[in-house]
């Protein structure tokens, strides 16, 4: 059982940069692969990176790629999303998620926190 709540998210403006985190419960962060999604009003939740459970593969969508990081800390039972350059339309709920997985993370995940809020001005 994974217990995962997400931290980090507010308000920027556009150009600015933002780093959410996850904190996740449980003794076997270790062994799980984690991954960020988000759900922007009206929208579906997509995908956003995913990293393995060692951090040594990562997986970024089309739409982030080279603006956003993902990266793990397992001594700190903690996963971030470095958002750099953030533009209005990155204005969503962030959720990460967590699967023992790596494929499935992205797609499917067993557990996911509770999401928090980004919001981009123009």
């Known amino acids: 059982q994974v217990q995962l709540v997400e931290s980090g998210g507010g308000l920027v403006q556009a150009g600015g940069s933002l780093r959410p985190f996850c904190v996740a419960s449980g003794r076997t962060f270790s062994s799980y692969a984690m991954g960020w999604f988000r759900q922007a009003p009206g929208k579906e939740r997509d995908v956003l990176a995913s990293?393995?459970?060692?951090?040594?593969?990562?997986y970024y969508a089309d739409s982030v790629k080279g603006r956003f990081t993902i990266s793990r800390d397992n001594a700190k039972n903690t996963v971030y999303l470095r958002m750099n350059n953030l533009k209005p339309e990155d204005t969503a709920v962030y959720y990460c998620a967590a699967d023992l997985n790596v494929y499935k993370v992205r797609v499917g995940p067993d557990y996911w926190g509770q999401g928090t809020q980004v919001t981009v001005s123009s």
């Open positions: 990293i393995s459970w060692s951090g040594g593969s990562t």
